[in-house]
């Protein structure tokens, strides 16, 4: 049985930092394309970051220097660092794995707000 196992989010000051953690069992990370989705209240499910099996990475503009994507494969997990907060960056964020199948982290909450 596959599962991605999500953890890390919570409420941060706007320019704080929160990393996440998309831990997966039943499937090899590193034999995926990762990615990190996220929804906030009212609007679609929209893409922020992937990371290919050759480790490649590849942000959403809105995102792209403040946000890492990363991947430890001897845990088997994959990362979403995230700095220099902004409130427009408040939502449900997702993680997914993508190889024949995708499969889906259940969602964590991330709010930025003074």
């Known amino acids: 049985q596959v599962q991605l196992v999500q953890s890390g989010g919570g409420l941060v000051e706007p320019g704080g930092s929160l990393r996440l953690s998309c831990a997966a069992s039943?499937?090899?990370?590193?034999?995926?394309?990762g990615r990190w989705f996220r929804q906030a209240p009212g609007k679609q499910r929209e893409f922020v970051a992937l990371i290919t099996t050759n480790g490649n990475d590849n942000y959403a503009a809105s995102v792209k220097g403040r946000f890492t994507i990363s991947r430890d494969n001897a845990e088997n997990t994959m990362y979403l660092q995230m700095n220099n907060l902004k409130s427009e960056d408040t939502a449900v964020y997702y993680c997914?794995?993508?190889?024949?199948?995708?499969?889906w982290g259940q969602g964590t909450q991330v709010t930025v707000s003074s």
């Open positions: 997914s794995a993508q190889g024949a199948t995708t499969y």
């Open positions: 039943g499937i090899i990370f590193s034999s995926s394309v």
